[in-house]
C-alpha cells in the first residue's frame, strides 16, 4: 500500500531556529517527491520538487533531502520565522493508470504542524 | 489574475441534502482535481480530470459526483451529504502530472454536515 509518513507529528521551536522535519515514504513507482506549505485555513503551496535522481533542492531557506535508497526524505528549515508557523506536507508522487490513460498521483502525508515562537 | 477559486469557503447542510462545492480556474490548466482533508489524514483524491468532459475515480468517490462541460469548471456534488463527509475540500489545477508540473491549490471550502 502506498504510503507516506511525517515525524514528527508537531513541532514548536523559537524564532531564529533551526528545524528538521522528516517523511518516509512506502511509493511504487515512485515519480517525484514535493514539499508543500500548508498556512492554516489556505491551500498548500509547492516548496520543492524532487526526482529520483536529485538528492537536495533548496528554496530560499528551505531544504530539501531525498534519499530514494532508504526512501527518506527531509525538509530543513534555516533561521526560522514567525511566518513559517504551517504545516508542512510531504506528498510522493507515484504513476497510476486511470479510464483517461497514465498519470502521477500525488499521495499525501499527514503533514507537520510548526509553530515559531519569538 | 484570479488563479483558481472555490465557492462557498464555508457550507453548512443538514444530512441527505444536495450541496454542490464549485471550483472556477482561469489557467486553462488541463487537470483539475478534487480533494478533502480530515484532521490526522493526508489530502486524499476524490475524483480528478484530464481535461473537458474527461473524469476519473480517485481514492474517495463514493457519494460524490462530478462533471467538467468547460475546461475552467469543476463541480464538485454530494448528491446525499452524510455526517462523514464533514471536511474541507480543495481544488486544484495543473497543465500536467509530471515532476515538472506543479499542483495549484484553491483556498478551499469548509463543509459541515449536521
Known amino acids: 500500500k502506498n504510503q507516506v509518513e511525517q515525524s514528527p507529528q508537531s513541532l514548536i521551536i523559537l524564532e531564529g531556529k533551526n528545524c528538521t522535519l522528516q517523511c518516509n515514504y512506502t511509493v511504487s513507482p515512485f515519480s517525484n517527491l514535493r514539499w508543500y506549505k500548508q498556512d492554516t485555513g489556505r491551500g498548500p503551496v509547492s516548496l520543492t520538487i524532487m526526482t529520483f535522481s536529485e538528492n537536495t533542492k533548496s528554496n530560499g531557506r528551505y531544504t530539501a533531502t531525498l534519499d530514494a535508497d532508504t526512501k527518506q526524505s527531509s525538509l530543513h528549515i534555516t533561521a526560522s520565522q514567525l511566518s513559517d508557523s504551517a504545516s508542512y506536507i510531504c506528498?510522493?508522487?507515484?504513476?497510476?493508470?486511470?479510464?483517461?490513460?497514465?498519470?502521477?498521483?500525488?499521495?499525501f502525508g499527514a503533514g507537520t504542524r510548526l509553530a515559531v515562537h519569538p | 489574475d484570479a488563479g483558481i477559486t472555490q465557492s462557498p469557503r464555508y457550507k453548512i447542510t443538514e444530512t441527505g441534502r444536495q450541496v454542490t462545492l464549485m471550483c472556477h480556474q482561469t489557467w486553462s490548466h488541463s487537470y483539475m482535481f478534487w480533494y478533502r482533508q480530515d484532521l490526522g489524514h493526508g489530502l486524499r483524491l476524490i475524483y480528478y480530470?484530464?481535461?473537458?468532459?474527461?473524469?476519473d475515480k480517485g481514492e474517495v468517490p463514493d457519494g460524490y459526483v462530478v462533471s467538467r462541460s468547460k475546461t475552467e469548471n469543476f463541480p464538485l456534488t454530494l448528491e446525499s451529504a452524510t455526517r462523514s463527509q464533514t471536511s474541507v475540500y480543495f481544488c486544484a489545477s495543473s497543465d500536467g502530472t509530471s515532476g515538472g508540473h506543479e499542483q495549484y491549490f484553491g483556498p478551499g471550502t469548509r463543509l459541515t454536515v449536521t
Open positions: 506528498v510522493v508522487s507515484a504513476y497510476s493508470r486511470g479510464i483517461s490513460g497514465g498519470y502521477n498521483k500525488l499521495i
Open positions: 480530470s484530464a481535461a473537458a468532459d474527461i473524469t
